[in-house]
């Protein structure tokens, strides 16, 4: 007597793609999905504010699949437009290589077009590039009128990055209760590198009371939200066994998700020296090797190999 073959296999693949079907109708009815093809729409009529908010979204793969092409295309649409936040945003293309040819110039040239335009990430972001001296003279005096503009413009990265000059003299007078005021008005908005800033000047007690408590509070907010640096800094902190107690564990922790996660140089190679060590991880050679070539191609240049002088 033959048995007959289980039917479990097809009724559950069936199940599956009924399951899969219902989940693509409810993404195509979902509300994010009809506002992205009204964009669309208005942004083929003309309507240039549309084409830029449909290019965040291709940028993000937001209820629409994800077109960095596309987006660059609109963004050059809009900004060509007027619209300084697009002109902006497409300089991030340019600088970054996405969707587009890595043009550093071609970025410079978009971002001082978004800035005079109103786009105030543009003003930013153009400003980071004259304080380093990227594609053009350094020029820190430049870049603090930079941010200054854009923080004035409601920008809070701008803010905290006219705070960090004010706090290091650069560009700006040296003004430690300045520095606190700008990084306190950008962490309160979110801003990660806003938080960082201020719980420097805690810990130093400059500008504000020295208060260690609330600078590891204010560096595990930039942590949660993303902040690398932070992570990195928090790190060092509990390593150390300074402003904190020691606990290599959790500075090994906030390295690895620094170096892992986040992709930073500096948490890379701090990570391979606790490997080296053994100090909150296994002593491991060979990882703290791997951590170290990875910690230098991520531009943590201490951790590249040494050339021989001949």
Do not use: W
Not at 15 to 27: E, K, Q
Not at 212 to 219: G, M, N, R
Not at 231 to 240: D, I, K, N, P, S
Not at 271 to 299: F, I, N, T
Request: with cysteine; proline share 3%.
């Amino acid at each position: 007597m033959t048995t007959p073959s289980p039917r479990l296999p097809t009724a559950l693949s069936h199940a599956r793609l009924l399951i899969a079907l219902a989940l693509a109708s409810l993404t195509a009815c979902h509300p994010g999905h009809q506002e992205a093809k009204q964009l669309d729409l208005a942004c083929e009529s003309g309507d240039l504010a549309a084409c830029n908010r449909l290019a965040l979204r291709l940028e993000k793969g937001e209820y629409i699949l994800e077109d960095d092409a596309r987006a660059a295309t609109l963004f050059g649409r809009a900004c060509d437009g007027a619209i300084g936040d697009a002109c902006a945003s497409l300089g991030v293309m340019y600088d970054r290589g996405t969707g587009v040819k890595r043009d550093t110039a071609r970025a410079i040239t978009l971002y001082q077009r978004g800035c005079e335009r109103g786009g105030m990430d543009g003003c930013s972001r153009l400003g980071s590039l004259v304080q380093q001296g990227r594609g053009m003279p350094r020029d820190p005096v430049r870049a603090a009128a930079l941010f200054k503009r854009a923080c004035d413009g409601g920008h809070r990265i701008g803010c905290a990055r006219l705070g960090a000059l004010h706090a290091s003299g650069e560009g700006v007078p040296q003004d430690a209760v300045r520095a606190a005021a700008l990084f306190r008005q950008s962490c309160d908005s979110l801003v990660a590198a806003g938080c960082v800033g201020l719980a420097e000047l805690h810990l130093a007690g400059t500008g504000v009371p020295r208060q260690d408590s609330t600078a590891i509070a204010l560096l595990e907010r930039g942590c949660n939200a993303r902040e690398a640096a932070a992570c990195v800094r928090l790190g060092t902190l509990f390593e150390a066994g300074e402003h904190a107690a020691q606990d290599y564990e959790r500075a090994s922790r906030l390295y690895r998700r620094s170096c892992g996660e986040f992709e930073h140089g500096e948490g890379c190679a701090r990570l391979a020296q606790m490997y080296a060590r053994g100090a909150g991880v296994p002593r491991d050679s060979s990882e703290a090797a791997q951590l170290s070539r990875e910690a230098c191609k991520l531009g943590h240049t201490e951790s590249c190999p040494r050339r021989r002088s001949s």
